[in-house]
């Protein structure tokens, strides 16, 4: 049921126009830096998306240019996940077509982190999500105390069974205004 829901979901976020996109994106981006849990972070950590996902490079400068300590994932072998100081002199092109950074990195602990923006693909309205399949983020949240939020297409919104391991978003934050 996942591997279907993944591929059904994929395949519309792939098919949202680009204008549409560009529109949902910059609506969400707005959305997110005036949410209280961005307001009050200090210290955020995000992800860098793939291009069907929500764009998270805008975000990434305005935290920045907001004063934020930004993070992103640095993943590792059997689902191990830590996040690393933003860097862009460090990222590298993955397997996965992804950049990923390499080299000396700052790894920050949990504790130390204010907000984390949670990818998915998938996700409820209660903020239960699937992710991409190598459960890197529920084993991360699993342990983390701060605020979390994600930022999705209503395609992505979808009813189904969470199972015992999931670990929901606290809020999702979703742009109607331009379908």
């Not at 069974?161 to 999931?166: A, Q, T």
């Amino acid at each position: 049921m996942k591997a279907e829901l993944r591929k059904k979901i994929l395949q519309e976020m792939k098919a949202i126009p680009r204008e549409q996109k560009q529109a949902m994106d910059q609506a969400l981006t707005d959305q997110f830096l005036k949410h209280p849990f961005y307001q009050e972070a200090k210290v955020i950590a995000t992800y860098l998306s793939f291009p069907h996902e929500f764009q998270t490079q805008g975000l990434i400068e305005q935290a920045l240019k907001d004063g934020k300590r930004v993070l992103i994932p640095k993943t590792y072998p059997k689902g191990r996940m830590d996040f690393v100081v933003y860097d862009p002199q460090q990222l590298v092109k993955t397997s996965f077509g992804l950049l990923e950074p390499q080299g000396d990195l700052e790894v920050v602990d949990a504790s130390q982190i204010d907000l984390i923006h949670v990818p998915g693909l998938a996700f409820t309205t209660e903020g239960y999500r699937i992710g991409y399949g190598g459960g890197y983020y529920d084993r991360y949240l699993e342990y983390f105390s701060g605020h979390t939020l994600s930022t999705v297409y209503p395609c992505q919104i979808e009813d189904f069974s969470s199972e015992k391991h999931d670990i929901p978003v606290q809020e999702v934050l979703i742009d109607e205004r331009n379908l």
